[in-house]
């Protein structure tokens, strides 16, 4: 393998692939990134079994071939050279690399030992804004559990239909929902589930990105595609909780409050609450909510802050992580919180919008 | 105690000193902050043994007394309160504050147990600003040895004259000494070894202030004053190693090189030195330096800077790690690096200039 490319392209490549190759004490290939260099241009990939990431760059290919190198080292080395051509050439399993008063060597591997991507055929294929999908992505990640004994809720409920995509996220004490349009739906409506992980490194590889992302599902693989990479993951098996039964479809009382006043509230009461337990106890009268939380080895606290409130007085108890987190959410100055009573969850939404809706369990007393 | 004072204020001084004050199984109180208030204004104390701070802000005393609780609790809660007037009473060992709608207890202790904050009395002062004082320190800190064992160079042995400071630091393996003028010197010589902490805290203290800092020695302490906040810690016990007669009186070489070109070679080098070692070969001749590493695990790498070479040709090898420190604290685009051979000192100054200097012992082959 021989060819010449620029420092940028090379750099811009590597930034995006290298860090899901990983120092893995059995399989140290898996730190390596293999490099192909054909026709259609130099190919940067890596992998963790688990998901597999690709970048093709452009370049002057003098001669076709692969060889695989320390993604991280490699990513290093070409980061600091200056922006010039890069000649690169593979000698046995090594990796040749001049750049102007530069010249390097670096130790590679055999490129048979390179574990296989899989390869999803684009035949179910679904388009969205990636700066719009970036934002969605982020504003349910958080609520994904890291309980690894319930896999099925260890990831992103991904549900794409025909005009719009619904991410779900959920630890089974809150649920974060978030609607977003297609650019371009598919003809039927499909769900799977895809580990957190893949969804962090795509909004990674959505940072800056203006242009449309392509979504391809197959049976156990989802492949997200945008400006010349390819990013495959498993998907995980297994059948997401019904989480429709679980939002409230009635309530008795509905209140209105400022998102930033009402968080800086209740962040005042946490520090008061009790440690493990996080609960601060929560009074809705007529025009005020009072946020309340007392532990007996710090102190006490409470406050109050306005409100508009319709239908009747209620009161609940939260774990405040849980309602700063939804809170944070929203995207709106305003929100509405309604609730049945302090037994049955509580459901936050942005005021006057319907695309994001955020549930809390109460702490039960 | 009963007062009343602005949020702002009462925040100022709490982000000052709530960080010395910190967890201690064996005695609790060094968690707390001790709150004095009497006609000279509201004092805030903080101590980790070592070293104490205190500040003290301007507020409306009603009555006089003090009182202790959970430094980074009152801290954190202060901060999340509007910038309104707060008021602040004691109650039995407990703090009650009130604030617009918010009202608070938080429980404290007996102000019996709070440490005894030494008094340095201000005889041997002397002034230096604040902004420069806080970049000398920031151009040798980095040189201070870890070990333990060796307390007289686990601080920075700053020495007071009539007309200006020095700052000394060391590792044994290289020294960083930094000359800066005083604003007002002292009668006689004093030289003290501070502990690194403080000299971190110093910095802490000096950030955005534009006026004097004043210093003051006592035979066990050193205190630093500025602004209402006065810090005072106990200086390290023991002879500071004569590092005068280390510094490389003659050289064979002196070379001149673009900082951020040499700085980018040798980080490039740095990839392939062997780890542990971090050994990188410097060869200098009439115009060029040679950089140049290896690591028969990892690969090869070889590059050339320009440089103005005076005397004769040389060649070394260095951490590159001390190295790439010095070069960075030089505050200056050229460098200036004078060596006798590959067994001695190297010396490392500012081209041009004579208030730094930076001494890195080679690497033994």
Request: net charge negative; charged share 25%; glycine share 6%.
């Given at each position: 393998m021989k060819f010449s490319c620029t420092q940028?392209?090379?750099?811009?490549?590597?930034?995006?692939?290298?860090?899901?190759?990983?120092?893995?004490?059995?399989?140290?290939?898996?730190?390596?990134?293999?490099?192909?260099?054909?026709?259609?241009?130099?190919?940067?990939?890596?992998?963790?079994?688990?998901?597999?990431?690709?970048?093709?760059?452009?370049?002057?290919?003098?001669?076709?071939?692969?060889?695989?190198?320390?993604?991280?080292?490699?990513?290093?080395?070409?980061?600091?050279?200056?922006?010039?051509?890069?000649?690169?050439?593979?000698?046995?399993?090594?990796?040749?690399?001049?750049?102007?008063?530069?010249?390097t060597k670096i130790k590679g591997l055999s490129t048979d030992e390179f574990p296989v991507i899989p390869h999803v055929e684009k035949k179910d294929t679904y388009l969205v804004k990636a700066r719009e999908f970036k934002k969605a992505i982020a504003s349910v990640i958080f609520a994904v559990a890291f309980d690894e004994s319930r896999p099925e809720i260890s990831g992103i409920y991904t549900i794409l239909k025909n005009k719009d995509a619904v991410l779900v996220a959920t630890d089974s004490y809150r649920l974060a929902e978030r609607t977003i349009s297609l650019e371009r739906g598919g003809k039927k409506e499909q769900g799977v589930i895809v580990p957190v992980r893949t969804y962090q490194e795509v909004m990674r590889m959505l940072e800056q990105e203006s242009e449309d992302l392509e979504i391809t599902l197959s049976e156990n693989q989802i492949q997200f595609s945008l400006g010349g990479v390819d990013l495959i993951s498993r998907v995980i098996d297994g059948q997401y909780p019904d989480y429709q039964q679980i939002i409230p479809k009635e309530h008795r009382t509905a209140i209105t409050v400022d998102v930033a006043e009402f968080s800086k509230a209740i962040k005042s009461a946490s520090l008061f609450c009790r440690s493990g337990i996080n609960d601060i106890n929560l009074e809705f009268d007529k025009d005020h909510a009072r946020i309340l939380s007392s532990n007996t080895q710090v102190g006490e606290n409470e406050s109050e802050v306005v409100i508009k409130l319709e239908g009747e007085p209620n009161k609940t108890v939260f774990n405040y992580r849980y309602l700063l987190d939804g809170l944070a959410n929203l995207g709106n100055e305003e929100a509405e919180l309604k609730l049945v009573d302090s037994v049955n969850p509580g459901l936050l939404v942005s005021k006057g919008q319907s695309d994001y809706i955020y549930i809390i369990m109460p702490i039960k007393q």
């Amino acid at each position: 393998m021989k060819f010449s490319c620029t420092q940028e392209n090379l750099n811009r490549g590597l930034l995006i692939v290298n860090h899901i190759a990983n120092k893995n004490a059995n399989l140290p290939i898996l730190a390596n990134v293999l490099i192909e260099a054909d026709k259609s241009g130099i190919k940067l990939s890596t992998t963790n079994l688990e998901m597999g990431i690709s970048c093709t760059v452009r370049g002057k290919i003098e001669e076709e071939g692969k060889a695989t190198v320390p993604a991280r080292l490699f990513a290093d080395y070409i980061n600091l050279l200056p922006n010039e051509k890069v000649d690169i050439e593979s000698i046995v399993d090594d990796l040749k690399i001049e750049c102007q008063k530069s010249h390097t060597k670096i130790k590679g591997l055999s490129t048979d030992e390179f574990p296989v991507i899989p390869h999803v055929e684009k035949k179910d294929t679904y388009l969205v804004k990636a700066r719009e999908f970036k934002k969605a992505i982020a504003s349910v990640i958080f609520a994904v559990a890291f309980d690894e004994s319930r896999p099925e809720i260890s990831g992103i409920y991904t549900i794409l239909k025909n005009k719009d995509a619904v991410l779900v996220a959920t630890d089974s004490y809150r649920l974060a929902e978030r609607t977003i349009s297609l650019e371009r739906g598919g003809k039927k409506e499909q769900g799977v589930i895809v580990p957190v992980r893949t969804y962090q490194e795509v909004m990674r590889m959505l940072e800056q990105e203006s242009e449309d992302l392509e979504i391809t599902l197959s049976e156990n693989q989802i492949q997200f595609s945008l400006g010349g990479v390819d990013l495959i993951s498993r998907v995980i098996d297994g059948q997401y909780p019904d989480y429709q039964q679980i939002i409230p479809k009635e309530h008795r009382t509905a209140i209105t409050v400022d998102v930033a006043e009402f968080s800086k509230a209740i962040k005042s009461a946490s520090l008061f609450c009790r440690s493990g337990i996080n609960d601060i106890n929560l009074e809705f009268d007529k025009d005020h909510a009072r946020i309340l939380s007392s532990n007996t080895q710090v102190g006490e606290n409470e406050s109050e802050v306005v409100i508009k409130l319709e239908g009747e007085p209620n009161k609940t108890v939260f774990n405040y992580r849980y309602l700063l987190d939804g809170l944070a959410n929203l995207g709106n100055e305003e929100a509405e919180l309604k609730l049945v009573d302090s037994v049955n969850p509580g459901l936050l939404v942005s005021k006057g919008q319907s695309d994001y809706i955020y549930i809390i369990m109460p702490i039960k007393q």
